[in-house]
Nanobody, 116 residues
Framework: QIQLVESGGGLVQAGGSLRLSCGASGRTENMQAMAWFRQPPGKERRFVASAGWNDGSTVYADSVKGRFSISIDTPKSAVYLQMNNLDSEDTGAYFC?????????WGQGTQVTVSS
């Protein structure tokens, strides 16, 4: 089992920045990847970015390319999401996801609200 805890959400003005953190605890051996998803109000959860656990390779949703950056700190079993130039479309609950031995684990989410 893996437990994930997100932090760093909050209220920010359009054009501002936030840095989300997600720490993993429990059995973190054989981790494969970590990712961020977000769920805007009244909408489905959507992929934001992912990073490979071993090689750090990254993938981004088109909507965040050039503005968001994902990074993994394997010794700390943590993943971060640096979000710059935020706009109202980025508002939503942000969820951390970890994949270990083919099994997905989710955090409880952290709220990001961007005011225009």
């Amino acid at each position: 089992q893996i437990q994930l805890v997100e932090s760093g959400g909050g209220l920010v003005q359009a054009g501002g920045s936030l840095r989300l953190s997600c720490g993993a605890s429990g059995r973190t051996e054989n981790m494969q990847a970590m990712a961020w998803f977000r769920q805007p109000p009244g909408k489905e959860r959507r992929f934001v970015a992912s990073a490979g656990w071993n090689d750090g390779s990254t993938v981004y949703a088109d909507s965040v390319k050039g503005r968001f950056s994902i990074s993994i700190d394997t010794p700390k079993s943590a993943v971060y999401l640096q979000m710059n130039n935020l706009d109202s479309e980025d508002t939503g609950a942000y969820f951390c996801k970890a994949v270990r031995s083919g099994v997905a684990y989710w955090g409880q989410g952290t709220q990001v609200t961007v005011s225009s």
